[in-house]
């Protein structure tokens, strides 16, 4: 009974959402303001529905409900609660309505929260959102239902059971926040969307527009990261990256969302750049429904891909229809974007935003392009051609690298032209400061992009303090506030550009890490008890093997000693080789999985993975891996979310206004 | 020349130039691995190139054997409809290879056998398959 | 089972009665639209408002040199005289 109740839900929420449509367009046209009333109550109708569907799913996924298709493919008697909860996204169809929950509930805030602002806006907004909404519902209602009964001529008993790769609190959180990031720029896209149709002076949504980006900017970077975490930790190949098209497939958004936040400041201060931003905040909602495309379709091979789905072609055909549409009205009111002024010189804080977005979207264009390159060579040459991380690597590196540059520079431009003393007072020290680090470096050793990425991290981090000291030494000098005093007030008086400035630190330490891989080491060997190997100036002895068998899996423990070249203990690793399922009587449907264990220090990992045991003669075999510097990067993620949170901040603007 | 053309000739040049780079390295990869070709089994027992490629298939049945000497080294066939390449493959192997498993293999002919240094596989089957396997798997089987 | 279905049926008959509801309620005149213009263009006074205040610090911390300074500084205030000028106009419209 209750799986028909949310199927029914599904199918009404999409009833409503094509009835609220309707009489969006018709208030449009009239103006009877009834009209928009209703079609407001029908669009929070439309949400609340598709709410309560979710929870009806989450609701059989908890109860093991195995009548319904879904629940019994993804979840199994024996699974925890927690990842039967998490089942919600681990599938097609139930990713989906997933998607359209978070929308749903971005929706209800949205409408909440403009309850009485951007009247004239407010139509198109709620439109737009009903068109994704709705296109999602059909996806959800015809395509794949989650609602879908089992098609079985015999009772269930249990189902298929969640992957244990995917058994990790990692994974079960990574899908929801990339969802977030990706859902979440429909928002703003919305906003812009519905300016360009009234033609709407920017002043006042942009702020609107600016926080809901910068929500779904943390939460895609967030995503991203914990994506690249989890790879690093369960998967085994020692990377946190592999440019796997769902990798590049939420990359992508990121890169044209970083640029329109940089973009939309210019906007705001000066009203500049609107028909840019326009474009980019279009590209970056279409690339989060491409990106969807990619995961969903299985037009790329990938790790992450599902198998063959119908989705493809819907997905597809949805982006195509929505980039022409976004054109064409881009097109037609080409007139209302020209912005009254213009960039008034070549060195000035505006065209170095300017070149951070063209950066930003040349990047993106790299990734896109090595993304669909397969694609491209099979349809003229006829062969496919695959795309490894090596080309990404050496078309990526030096477009990063000089982004990594306008990181540094862009902050020390004054706004409108920057005079030559400027330049003297601000560019001297950080680039003294940066050649006295390159000549270190290049003593030490380092050859090649090492050298500039270090090189450009030191100048990058300098410009930043020179940044704060600045702010902090005038507010000492003009309003004798002690350094601590002036430091807390100047972000909290200006939190998007300070909170911006740690988001830059938090991207240097990642850098940093980047470059560490530059130095990754990997070796292959198999032990015998108290046999040893050496990796570097790492010795690794075998010191146990044991078997242990517990509730879901079996498990061989090894037991290494790490020891330094002169004799120091350094640390011991416990990798494992577990069987999943290991007493499924089909030896095919046992699942081994090698749980690795990593020694972490600032200075480099310690990365091990039992990667096979011969039983017969007590040997087992390990896969080694030296990674240098990798803990900058998760470093540099907690600071730029950090970040991120203060430029979020809501700020008290009554206060603000009387300062 | 005013600033306005200098901003945009900047602007344009900045994007020509990324833009001849990123098309340049795809068709000058760094390395052999940047850009391979991803051919059929039946293709590469057709030709006798000893370019690297890259290879998808299911293991064939009974197909793996472990070398004794080196449990790192591997060797097994791929097949992809009636066509059955041998491949040779030293290193550590995913967790989901095994018979039946669909891989993805990159290397090179040589000598009648396909050396290979990456093996990938693809998702694991179990959680796309048959629920009458599961019926017959319950959960008094799994609690130890 | 048919009770379970009747108050399902009435649980998404109250959803449509609660929607449709405003279009049996009399007209309704939108005067909401000038109030957005106002905030709009307050908005935008707040943001030069602080700019200025951006320019003054730039010019204390001697970030930028006096010509510049004065004339980013007229330029600002002129635009926000005009916003004002706009803001009482449209108030005045309204009869606030």
Not at chain 1, 331 to 349: A, D, P, V
Not at chain 1, 429 to 454: D, E, N
Not at chain 1, 619 to 643: C, D, E, H, K, T
């Amino acid at each position: 009974m209750t799986p028909v109740f949310g199927s029914v839900s599904i199918s009404l929420a999409a009833g409503f959402s094509i009835l609220s449509i309707f009489l969006l367009l018709f208030y449009i046209r009239n103006g009877d303001y009834r009209l928009f009333l209703s079609a407001r109550r029908m669009a929070i109708v439309v949400s609340f529905l598709i709410i309560i569907a979710t929870f009806i799913l989450v609701n059989e996924l908890i109860s093991s409900n195995f009548n319904i298709d879904y629940v019994a493919h993804h979840t199994s008697l024996e699974t925890p609660t927690l990842y039967k909860f998490s089942a919600l996204w681990a599938g097609q169809s139930g990713s989906l309505l997933f998607w359209l929950f978070i929308l749903s509930v971005f929706s209800l805030i949205t409408i909440y929260q403009n309850k009485n602002r951007y009247h004239k806006m407010m139509p198109w907004i709620l439109v737009v959102i009903l068109v994704v909404q709705l296109f999602f519902l059909i996806l959800t209602t015809f395509i794949t239902n989650p609602f879908e009964p089992t098609k079985a001529d015999f009772e269930v008993a249990n189902g298929l059971g969640l992957n244990p790769l995917l058994q990790n609190l990692t994974m079960a959180i990574h899908p929801p926040i990339l969802y977030l990031g990706f859902v979440g720029f429909t928002i703003p896209f919305a906003f812009a969307f519905a300016a360009l149709m009234t033609n709407e002076s920017g002043s006042l949504w942009i702020r609107s527009i600016r926080r809901w980006s910068l929500v779904a900017w943390l939460a895609l970077s967030s995503g991203i990261i914990l994506g690249g975490w989890w790879a690093y930790q369960e998967l085994g190949w020692g990377g946190y990256w592999a440019w796997d098209p769902v990798e590049n497939a939420s990359f992508m958004p990121w890169l044209t969302g970083t640029a329109f936040l940089h973009s939309i400041i210019i906007q705001e201060k000066k009203n500049m750049l609107r028909l840019w931003n326009m474009i980019l905040i279009m590209i970056t909602f279409l690339l989060t429904i491409f990106g969807t495309f990619l995961t969903r379709s299985g037009v790329m091979s990938s790790v992450h891909s599902f198998t063959q789905s119908p989705l493809g072609p819907f997905f597809l055909s949805f982006v195509i229809i929505l980039l022409f549409i976004c054109a064409f009205l881009i097109i037609l009111n080409l007139s209302n974007l020209k912005s009254e002024k213009r960039i008034e010189s070549l060195t000035s804080r505006e065209s170095g935003f300017l070149f951070n977005n063209v950066i930003f979207v040349t990047l993106c264009f790299a990734v896109f392009w090595g993304t669909i390159f397969p694609v491209i060579t099979e349809a003229v040459q006829g062969t496919k051609i695959t795309v490894g991380a090596p080309f990404f690597n050496q078309v990526t590196i030096p477009i990063g690298l000089v982004l990594l540059l306008l990181t540094g520079v862009g902050p020390l431009l004054a706004w409108r032209k920057t005079s030559t003393e400027n330049f003297k007072n601000n560019f001297t020290l950080p680039l003294i400061i940066a050649l006295c680090s390159l000549i270190v470096f290049l003593l030490i050793g380092f050859r090649g992009y090492v050298v500039i990425s270090l090189m450009l991290s030191v100048f990058v981090t300098i410009s930043i303090f020179m940044e704060f000291k600045r702010g902090v030494y005038s507010r000492v000098k003009r309003f004798n506030e002690s350094i601590l005093t002036a430091l807390v007030t100047l972000i909290k008086k200006n939190r998007s550009r300070y909170g911006g400035y740690f988001v830059h630190l938090g991207i240097v330490l990642m850098f940093i890490g980047f470059t560490g891989a530059a130095f990754n080491m990997k070796k292959e060997f198999g032990l015998a008890i108290n046999e040893q190997n050496h990796l570097d100036n790492v010795n690794f002895k075998l010191v146990k093997l044991w078997p242990e068998e517990r509730s879901n899996h079996f498990s061989w423990i090894a037991e290494l000693l790490v020891t330094a070249d002169n004799g120091n203990i350094i640390t011991s690793l416990r990798p494992e080789k577990r069987i999943y399922f290991h007493l499924d009587p089909n030896p095919d449907r046992r699942q081994p999985h090698s749980e690795l264990d990593i020694y972490s220090t600032m200075q480099r990992d310690i990365y091990s993975v039992f990667s096979s045991i011969d039983t017969d003669n007590n040997i087992a075999f390990f896969q080694i891996m030296i990674n240098p510097l990798v803990r900058f990067v998760w470093y540099g993620s907690y600071i730029l979310v950090f970040g991120t949170l203060i430029a979020m901040w809501p700020s008290n603007r009554k206060k603000l206004l009387l300062s | 020349m005013s600033q306005k053309y200098k901003v945009i000739l900047a602007v344009v040049g900045l994007s020509l130039i990324s833009t001849f780079w990123i098309l340049w390295s795809s068709f000058n990869p760094v390395n052999e691995k940047a850009l391979v070709k991803f051919i059929s089994v039946g293709e590469i027992l057709d030709s006798n190139s000893n370019e690297r490629v890259r290879i998808g298939g299911i293991v064939a049945d009974s197909s793996i054997i472990i070398s004794p000497s080196n449990r790192m080294e591997v060797y097994f066939d791929i097949k992809e409809g009636a066509s059955k390449l041998p491949v040779r493959f030293v290193g550590a192997r995913p967790d989901l290879f095994k018979h039946g498993a669909e891989v993805i293999v990159e290397g090179a002919f040589f000598n009648g056998s396909f050396n290979a240094d990456m093996l990938q596989t693809k998702c694991a089957s179990r959680y796309e398959g048959d629920l009458r396997d599961a019926a017959s798997y319950k959960l008094d089987d799994i609690n130890i | 089972m048919t009770w379970i279905s009747i108050l399902l049926f009435l649980m998404f008959f109250s959803f449509f009665l609660f929607s449709i509801w405003p279009l049996l309620w009399g007209e309704i005149v939108n005067d909401k639209e000038s109030h957005d213009l106002i905030n709009a263009l307050e908005r935008r006074k707040s943001i030069l408002y602080r700019e200025i205040q951006y320019l003054d610090n730039e010019y204390y911390i001697e970030n930028i040199n006096a010509g510049d300074y004065n004339s980013s500084r007229t330029e600002l205030v002129s635009e926000i005289s005009e916003i004002i000028d706009q803001i009482n106009l449209q108030s005045s419209k309204q009869g606030i």
